[in-house]
């Protein structure tokens, strides 16, 4: 059983930051974050890939958001600098293949709130 656990969301004001992290249980995945808002689908964000060596990000978000992970802890970051209004949404962590689409991930975390104020 696979179980993914966001923490790190929250209210920041445009311009500001915030770190999101994933723990992950079981054993070492690609991973991704990939975020909704009410009444529009999933949206990929970002991936990296099992060893980290490999990344990929939506066009919106280059630049700003930076996608890691601590393979020792089993944890996978997204920071999000530069935040703007339009990245207000839930965040899911998932993991799976390695691929820049919500469909390329089989697991997925519960979820956690970011709100960029203007």
């Known amino acids: 059983q696979v179980q993914l656990v966001e923490s790190g969301g929250g209210l920041v004001q445009a311009g500001g930051s915030l770190r999101l992290s994933c723990a992950a249980s079981?054993?070492?995945?690609?991973m991704g974050w990939v975020r909704q808002t009410p009444g529009k689908e999933r949206e990929f964000v970002a991936a990296?890939?099992?060893?980290?060596?490999?990344?990929a990000y939506a066009d919106s978000v280059k630049g700003r958001f930076t996608i890691s992970r601590d393979n020792a802890k089993n944890t996978v970051y997204l920071q999000m600098n530069s935040l703007k209004p339009e990245d207000t949404a839930v965040y899911y962590c998932?993991?799976?293949?390695?691929?820049?689409?919500?469909?390329?991930?089989?697991?997925w975390g519960q979820g956690t709130q970011v709100t960029v104020s203007s």
């Open positions: 990296i890939s099992r060893s980290g060596g490999s990344t």
């Open positions: 998932a993991a799976g293949l390695f691929g820049t689409t919500p469909g390329s991930y089989e697991y």
């Open positions: 079981g054993r070492t995945f690609n």
